[in-house]
């Protein structure tokens, strides 16, 4: 989807419903413990507010861009608790402000960005995937939120693009894995939640992923094991692409 503004509408409509979540929560339930590494729901979106602020520095070419940040960071860790370590000296109704001001301020940011322009997260990328790279991990972090919360999930058609972010991201999740693409070709077809296909790939191609979308994104983010899931892995490549599986950097 090249479709900047309407991509930008989606990744809106995520951090809403994700700030609708957390807005009226008390004070001991921003301290909840969440499933992900250790952090609680403060940790969570003060992690969400930062990163907001990284990519609009990112994308203006600003001090905080991230890869000058991790230029100058000891780990990847650092880089990634940075805002953490913020939220930690804020109450949690002000982590809540702080990133309802950044994600308005990200999305005005992105809506004003070429589509064609290049932005250097990570490897780089196209206006069009560094939206969606953010819409994914506020998916992502929301599940964790959500959980801690006690509050269901409920998937929404948006997955399509995660599912496209995951799929298209296989060359990267590869080489973090120390390996060579395969050359064989992958075919993905899912199911999103409203019941309409998502497909990827030659609809000859022997090695398959099929099966919810859902299923198939939480994989890629790393909040399902493969085999806690209905995906269906037919062929080696498949095999080895749902083990290395990978849409974050």
Do not use: K
């Not at 809506?111 to 990328?125: E, H, K």
Request: charged residues 20%; contains cysteine; proline residues 5%.
């Amino acid at each position: 989807m090249t479709d900047v503004a309407a991509l930008v509408g989606d990744l809106e409509a995520e951090q809403l419903e994700l700030q609708a979540v957390v807005a009226a929560i008390d004070a001991d339930a921003w301290l909840t413990a969440t499933p992900a590494w250790g952090w609680d729901v403060r940790d969570t979106i003060a992690h969400l507010a930062d990163t907001d602020e990284m990519a609009i520095d990112t994308a203006r070419g600003g001090p905080y861009a991230i890869n000058d940040v991790a230029a100058r960071a000891a780990s990847g860790a650092d880089v990634t608790y940075h805002g953490v370590r913020r939220g930690r000296r804020l109450t949690g109704r002000d982590v809540a402000a702080w990133w309802v001001d950044t994600s308005a301020a990200e999305r005005s940011m992105l809506l004003a960005l070429p589509a064609d322009a290049r932005v250097p997260w990570g490897i780089g990328m196209r206006t069009p995937s560094f939206v969606t790279a953010r819409l994914m991990e506020t998916w992502a972090h929301g599940l964790d939120v959500r959980a801690a919360l006690g509050v269901r999930a409920v998937d929404t058609d948006r997955l399509a693009h995660v599912a496209w972010l995951a799929t298209r991201a296989l060359p990267y999740a590869y080489s973090v894995a120390g390996m060579q693409p395969s050359e064989a070709p992958l075919r993905v077809e899912l199911t999103l939640p409203s019941g309409a296909p998502w497909t990827f790939g030659p609809e000859t191609a022997a090695d398959r992923i099929t099966g919810s979308a859902g299923d198939y994104c939480r994989v890629f983010v790393h909040r399902l094991r493969p085999a806690d899931t209905n995906l269906v892995i037919e062929g080696a490549t498949a095999r080895t692409a749902i083990a290395i599986a990978r849409a974050f950097l």
